[in-house]
DNA sequence: AGCACA
């Protein structure tokens, strides 16, 4: 026994192992040329590379003892060295007897990324805002949040691995779009690596977790009594229940307000399923109807009180609707539903919205809106998934147009405030409307920068 | 050229 045990990690003679440990490796040795150098003395089970502080040792281990004596015992007697890329490599047996991978779970993809949220006011992000943002890439399953040393944390979970690798490749890193977050909020960055869950566990809706796959799930009690900023349409405990239709009305119009600018406006938070505009009190209010109550939300906070024009015209004021599916009858200028692809309509007649815009429309209401045509006709309300993609990752605002949009300078929604960038030129042209009463503009006095014609 | 690190 003698020196054997004296100094353990410099013998000459170690026992054998199935485990051979690999140095004086050249430069970024990969696994492949482990296995190559290895095979001809047996079955490779296992590699590590690039271990020690050069990275330039490894280790292989072999499906049996004998196939590593076999190997160290070749080159023991043998001219030639064992060699990779033509540098000679030392072979003994490791002093371990099996390899333990330490892949660190952060680089093993899975269908559940954890985020971590990083600012001074990282906490402060609603859950829904995490929903829009990841909903860009797909149908978000789950998210549940929480706080760990870390900082603010939440999982994330995607159907597949795809999907949310595709999200954690657009996002880690960027910053939440501004216009998403309250004014007078400090930046929040992304940090997103792989979780190991592949299932979260959600029991209740809440603010601080949701399970998107199952709109029935109860509503945790203290979501309820904090009545804050929770809402996902279950309970109509709300004063003003959140809704996925949102009620905009037009200030300070001094220029037309058209469908398309709506919908530029309105799209910027998740594709709009109807529009619905309708005249009142001389001024023109709309009905903007999302799939889900969740994007309405932030639209809604984002949105209210800000002007689609510079200025400070055409300031919108925005509210929940009671409605939750708008009847479009027709496709015209003042009216849209674009989940329906063809703009050929059955039985087309002017449109008929529900009760609200119904009780809305006074004497001024322009001639389409027939009285006979008023009959409410509501609809079942439909209980929509989420869109596929959210932003749109298949369309034209995909996630490789993301970095655009974290900058602010999302193709459909720069930062409310300074939204549509009129030319000053045209809003001179523009004073000479005559609008002062907020008539609604007929189509020919639309400013020619409309946001649809902006990128 | 000398044993991995979550």
């Not at 971590?116 to 990282?122: H, L, N, Q, R």
């Not at 978000?140 to 994330?156: C, M, P």
Request: net charge neutral; aromatic share 8%.
């Amino acid at each position: 026994m003698a020196s054997v045990s004296s100094q353990p990690q410099f013998r000459y003679t170690q026992p054998p192992s199935k485990v051979l440990h690999l140095r004086n490796l050249p430069w970024e040795c990969t696994e492949e040329e482990l296995i190559e150098l290895g095979k001809p003395f047996g079955k490779v089970v296992n590699t590590k590379c690039n271990v020690g502080a050069n990275r330039n040792q490894a280790f292989i281990e072999f499906a049996d003892l004998n196939q590593a004596i076999a190997m160290i015992s070749y080159y023991a007697s043998s001219s030639e060295p064992a060699q990779v890329r033509g540098k000679t490599v030392y072979l003994q047996y490791s002093n371990r007897q099996e390899i333990v991978n330490n892949k660190t779970t952060a680089d093993v993809a899975g269908n559940v990324l954890l985020v971590t949220i990083e600012g001074t006011d990282a906490r402060l992000v609603n859950i829904d805002v995490l929903h829009l943002v990841f909903s860009a890439f797909g149908f978000v399953h789950k998210i549940t949040t929480f706080e760990k040393t870390a900082g603010f944390q939440a999982l994330v979970q995607f159907s597949d691995i795809e999907t949310a690798s595709s999200a954690k490749n657009a996002l880690d890193g960027r910053s939440i779009p501004r216009y998403l977050l309250p004014e007078n909020m400090s930046p929040c960055s992304l940090r997103i690596t792989y979780s190991a869950h592949t299932d979260l566990s959600v029991k209740f809706q809440s603010h601080r977790s949701r399970d998107y796959t199952n709109p029935y799930l109860p509503v945790a009690p203290s979501a309820i009594d904090a009545s804050g900023q929770f809402g996902v349409g279950l309970d109509g405990k709300k004063l003003e229940p959140e809704s996925n239709v949102l009620l905009a009305s037009i200030e300070n119009m001094q220029y037309a307000v058209t469908l398309d600018v709506l919908n530029q406006v309105f799209s910027a938070f998740g594709p709009v399923q109807k529009i619905a505009m309708f005249d009142k009190n001389g001024g023109l209010q709309a009905l903007i109807q999302y799939s889900d109550v969740q994007t309405a939300v932030v639209a809604k906070e984002a949105l209210e009180g800000h002007s689609i024009y510079d200025g400070g015209f055409c300031k919108l004021h925005i509210s929940y609707s009671r409605h939750t599916d708008l009847s479009i009858k027709i496709n015209n200028d003042r009216s849209r539903d674009y989940t329906i692809p063809s703009p050929v309509m059955v039985n087309p007649q002017p449109s008929i919205l529900g009760q609200q815009p119904m009780q809305m429309m006074g004497a001024a209401a322009p001639h389409q809106y027939n009285g006979g045509q008023y009959a409410p006709n509501p609809e079942q309300p439909v209980m929509h998934h989420q869109p596929p993609a959210g932003w749109g990752a298949s369309g034209p605002v995909g996630p490789q147009h993301m970095p655009h949009m974290m900058n602010n300078h999302h193709p459909y929604m720069p930062p409310p405030g300074s939204m549509p960038q009129m030319g000053h030129g045209m809003m001179q042209h523009q004073q000479h409307m005559p609008s002062q009463g907020g008539a609604p503009q007929h189509p020919g006095s639309m400013p020619p920068n409309r946001p649809d014609q902006m990128q």
